[in-house]
């Protein structure tokens, strides 16, 4: 007999954004950027947790949501927490290690994978910070490419510029 896993889910709505996060009862699993379609958190949730029930709970996703909004209001800038991080462990690693990035600087892809003792691996470090399911609160948008240019980010350039100066403002 399988077990249902219960993902509960809501949207925040800030300043013409809407933002869909799901939680299981271990913590934040996904949080989808602004205006991408309730479908992705769907999807996601379909791929990456098996037997799993999607159930809106304004309730039990409240705490995440009051968070992101602090902090997009530039009042919060450490998010505390649990998260439920589903992916290989070198993704895991990655995004753990971009969680260190402090709050109003950047990294780049090549400086990290270093950091993870891999300096050749920037490209599967990329791949790793493009698939973060967790994107601001895991801050892939501080990476930026080594020549100091902004790089793909699945919220779009203009947003992750957005983020880069909120923190560089509140900072």
Same mark, same amino acid.
């Given at each position: 007999?399988?077990?249902?896993?219960?993902?509960?889910?809501?949207?925040?709505?800030?300043?013409?954004?809407?933002?869909?996060?799901?939680?299981?009862?271990? $913590? *934040?699993?996904?949080?989808?950027?602004?205006?991408?379609?309730?479908?992705? *958190?769907?999807?996601?949730?379909?791929?990456?947790?098996?037997?799993?029930?999607?159930?809106?709970?304004?309730?039990?996703?409240? @705490?995440?949501?009051?968070?992101?909004?602090?902090?997009?209001?530039?009042?919060?800038?450490?998010?505390?927490?649990? *998260?439920?991080?589903?992916?290989?462990?070198?993704?895991?690693?990655?995004?753990?290690?971009?969680?260190?990035?402090?709050? @109003?600087?950047? %990294?780049?892809?090549?400086?990290?994978?270093?950091?993870?003792?891999?300096?050749?691996? %920037?490209?599967?470090?990329?791949?790793?910070?493009?698939?973060?399911?967790?994107?601001?609160?895991?801050?892939?948008?501080?990476?930026? $490419?080594?020549?100091?240019? *902004?790089? $793909?980010?699945? @919220? @779009?350039?203009?947003?992750?510029?957005?983020?880069?100066?909120?923190?560089?403002?509140?900072?």
């Amino acid at each position: 007999m399988n077990r249902q896993e219960i993902v509960y889910w809501d949207s925040l709505i800030y300043n013409n954004w809407i933002f869909h996060l799901a939680a299981t009862k271990n $913590g *934040l699993c996904c949080l989808k950027l602004p205006n991408e379609p309730i479908e992705t *958190l769907e999807n996601w949730v379909d791929k990456h947790i098996q037997h799993a029930e999607l159930v809106q709970n304004t309730e039990k996703v409240s @705490g995440y949501c009051l968070q992101l909004k602090e902090f997009l209001q530039g009042r919060r800038k450490k998010f505390l927490i649990d *998260l439920d991080l589903r992916g290989t462990l070198f993704q895991k690693s990655v995004w753990y290690r971009l969680m260190k990035i402090p709050y @109003g600087e950047t %990294s780049t892809y090549f400086h990290i994978a270093k950091s993870l003792h891999n300096p050749k691996s %920037s490209r599967a470090v990329g791949a790793a910070n493009g698939s973060n399911p967790i994107p601001i609160i895991i801050p892939c948008h501080r990476v930026i $490419g080594s020549d100091g240019k *902004l790089t $793909g980010y699945r @919220g @779009g350039i203009a947003f992750k510029k957005t983020l880069l100066a909120l923190e560089q403002f509140y900072a």
